[in-house]
């Protein structure tokens, strides 16, 4: 399941890399008449203007991919940071950013990505800096709890003992340790980040029309699901199976890099 998982990844990532060059169509341009259903011209239809419905879908993958990696790298880098720093350190400040953690935790992850969201205005920087910071305690709770596990292992008190300092001996001898989870993690984040992406995008907080997104097709899709169905209908798969790749993907590594699922 795994390889379908990678497969259906590989083909999205083509897709986006190649846009250029195998969208049938600009995104943004009228090509036939509004509301045309699948054809040998227009194998996905068109859109309420007329736009081709399989080069928007292209097209918007280089959005939806964009905004998962960096929302993700973001969540990664900062959340890993901190619980790096909560899990070697400990003592108060372990327990005052675990309290911060904690208090985001509280909030459903939607909710915050939009409470963020409608704080920072929508668009596509703001929607990708929301989403990522959604994901930081995630990360922080990920790396924080294979670091108390190693932090008084002997070679990381032998490192102490030789001299390094705090950054050293994370970097060298306590990060390794945990970047097996932490890349599990990444690729299961990357698809509920695509499908958050997805969601502010259908409410109107995310990406702005005319800018071909997953989730703006399928939000102004809705209001002709009587009429035209599939201007709804493709977006939602496109969102579904590039989801479904990540999660395969995610749950193949899993049980390549965790010991305890090991036969």
Do not use: C
């Not at 993958?61 to 880098?77: H, K, N």
């Not at 990708?128 to 924080?144: D, H, S």
């Amino acid at each position: 399941m795994s390889t379908a998982g990678a497969a259906l990844v590989v083909a999205f990532v083509v897709l986006a890399v190649l846009a250029s060059v195998v969208a049938p169509h600009a995104p943004d341009d009228p090509v036939g008449q509004r509301l045309t259903a699948p054809q040998r011209a227009y194998p996905l239809g068109t859109d309420e203007f007329g736009r081709d419905i399989l080069s928007r879908l292209i097209f918007g993958s280089r959005i939806s991919l964009w905004v998962g990696v960096v929302a993700v790298a973001i969540g990664l880098v900062g959340g890993a940071s901190v619980g790096l720093v909560s899990g070697y350190v400990g003592g108060r400040l372990d327990m005052l950013l675990m309290r911060v953690v904690d208090v985001m935790f509280s909030i459903p992850p939607i909710i915050l990505a939009i409470t963020l969201t409608g704080v920072l205005g929508p668009g596509l920087t703001n929607a990708t800096v929301a989403i990522g910071l959604v994901y930081l305690p995630t990360f922080a709770r990920v790396a924080r709890g294979p670091v108390l596990a190693v932090v008084g292992r002997e070679y990381v008190e032998a490192a102490r003992a030789a001299g390094g300092g705090a950054t050293r001996v994370l970097s060298l001898h306590v990060l390794p340790n945990v970047m097996a989870p932490l890349i599990v993690q990444t690729t299961l984040a990357l698809s509920t980040a695509i499908l958050a992406e997805a969601t502010l995008s259908f409410l109107g907080l995310g990406i702005q029309p005319p800018e071909p997104s997953w989730g703006t097709m399928l939000g102004t899709g809705r209001k002709y699901m009587e009429l035209a169905p599939w201007v709804a209908i493709f977006p939602g798969a496109a969102v579904m199976l590039l989801v479904l790749g990540f999660n395969l993907l995610g749950d193949g590594l899993r049980d390549v890099l965790d010991p305890r699922l090991r036969p």
